[in-house]
């Protein structure tokens, strides 16, 4: 049941997003700043009931968001070179590189 809840409310985010993006363009984009997946992410890792795995989920959440940046760059710049399709594709791409640049580089140097 809890695993309902919480598919629940990403999908409620995602009609939202779908929903606002039929009056403007501006809400679409920033609905998703909104921690959706974080509350989601953080109430499996409470559930735990372990306060350092918690803060530790924190920390590594914060640590996306010059990876999340990086995909934000990277779609507004393919934008105009491609299809949007291909240039959130491209954008993904993007994303993955920096996040694994973000965990792993620290450990191999």
Known sequence: MDVLWKGLLGGLVTVA???????????PGILPL???????????????GDPAGFRAACLAGAKTIP?????????YALSGLMDYRLAILGA?????????AIFLLPQWL
């Open 92 to 100: 993904t791409a993007a994303w993955l590189a920096a996040a694994l």
């Open 67 to 75: 990876a999340y940046l990086v995909f934000l760059g990277a779609a």
């Open 34 to 48: 909104a921690p959706t997946f974080a509350i989601i992410a953080l109430l499996a890792v409470g559930a735990k």
């Open 17 to 27: 997003i779908v929903l606002a993006s039929r009056r403007g363009n501006v809400l």
